[in-house]
């Protein structure tokens, strides 16, 4: 629930009938001042801090994936984006969770920190994320995070936006990235022919892993990763 003001998390315990026993909101302390209405405040007093201090405005769960058991205690862990709608900064926290889905430790990842590349401000990285299984034979899966407002050097696309491959380690930072455009490699998308709504076109051979990133055009890049 990434709200303009207020932000959370919220996993749901649910019934074989699809309706819900019980929840665990994940939201830490709010590290900055806001004016905000007077039930809004009172609320922030109420709930049980779990997870990473965040700030007014940060849109934290922006974009959620499943990471598996990544540290490999048995439970299931979570990997949630956080994009501030005022300063466009973004941050990707990946949560250890407990049982009961309480947030036992977390890494913050942005740019420049833990092994990450630089991330302009604004760019919508961690708009969408996704999981890819391990491609550099570490026996660590990897994170593929789109960043749909980048500009991209040489594209006739306005903000054709940026996918970013990121090789985690064991203990959540990150040991490399790569940055795939619609200009990298096969892509195939450098011309004004293409510019049309709701199409994809993807070059590739053997089995795919797509990953579209939506720029503000509409186009859809699909991003065909070799297995």
Same mark, same amino acid.
């Given at each position: 629930?990434?709200?303009?003001?207020?932000?959370?998390?919220?996993?749901?315990?649910?019934?074989?009938?699809?309706?819900?026993?019980?929840?665990?909101?994940?939201?830490?302390?709010?590290?900055?001042? &806001?004016?905000?209405?007077?039930?809004?405040?009172?609320?922030?007093?109420?709930?049980?801090?779990?997870?990473?201090?965040?700030?007014?405005?940060?849109?934290?769960?922006? *974009?959620?994936?499943?990471?598996?058991?990544?540290?490999?205690?048995?439970?299931?862990?979570?990997?949630?984006?956080?994009?501030?709608?005022?300063?466009?900064?973004?941050?990707?926290? &990946?949560?250890?969770?407990?049982?009961?889905? +309480?947030?036992?430790?977390?890494?913050?990842?942005?740019?420049?920190?833990?092994? @990450?590349?630089?991330? /302009?401000?604004? *760019?919508?990285?961690?708009?969408? @994320?996704? @999981?890819? /299984?391990?491609?550099?034979?570490?026996? &660590?899966?990897?994170?593929?995070?789109?960043?749909?407002?980048?500009?991209?050097?040489?594209?006739?696309?306005?903000?054709?936006?940026?996918?970013?491959?990121?090789?985690?380690?064991? =203990?959540?930072?990150?040991?490399?990235? +790569?940055? &795939?455009?619609?200009?990298?490699?096969?892509?195939?998308? =450098?011309? /004004?022919?293409?510019?049309?709504?709701?199409?994809?076109?993807?070059?590739?051979?053997?089995?795919?892993?797509?990953?579209?990133?939506? *720029?503000?055009?509409? @186009?859809?890049?699909?991003?065909?990763?070799?297995?």
């Amino acid at each position: 629930a990434p709200g303009s003001i207020t932000s959370a998390v919220y996993v749901l315990f649910l019934h074989a009938n699809g309706t819900v026993r019980t929840y665990t909101r994940i939201r830490g302390r709010y590290t900055s001042s &806001i004016a905000v209405a007077d039930d809004v405040a009172a609320e922030d007093l109420r709930y049980a801090v779990n997870g990473p201090p965040i700030s007014y405005g940060s849109r934290f769960g922006s *974009s959620l994936t499943t990471v598996g058991d990544f540290n490999k205690d048995g439970v299931s862990d979570l990997i949630v984006s956080a994009i501030d709608s005022s300063t466009g900064h973004s941050i990707i926290y &990946i949560l250890y969770l407990s049982t009961n889905a +309480t947030v036992i430790q977390y890494v913050q990842l942005e740019s420049e920190t833990f092994g @990450m590349p630089t991330i /302009p401000n604004f *760019s919508g990285f961690g708009t969408s @994320m996704v @999981m890819l /299984p391990d491609l550099n034979n570490d026996s &660590i899966p990897e994170l593929a995070v789109g960043a749909p407002f980048s500009s991209v050097t040489g594209s006739l696309n306005t903000r054709a936006g940026y996918v970013y491959v990121l090789f985690l380690t064991a =203990n959540g930072s990150v040991n490399s990235s +790569t940055v &795939i455009t619609e200009t990298s490699g096969e892509l195939k998308y =450098n011309d /004004p022919a293409l510019r049309l709504p709701s199409v994809v076109r993807c070059s590739y051979t053997r089995a795919p892993v797509g990953i579209c990133v939506v *720029s503000d055009l509409c @186009m859809c890049v699909c991003v065909s990763l070799l297995l």
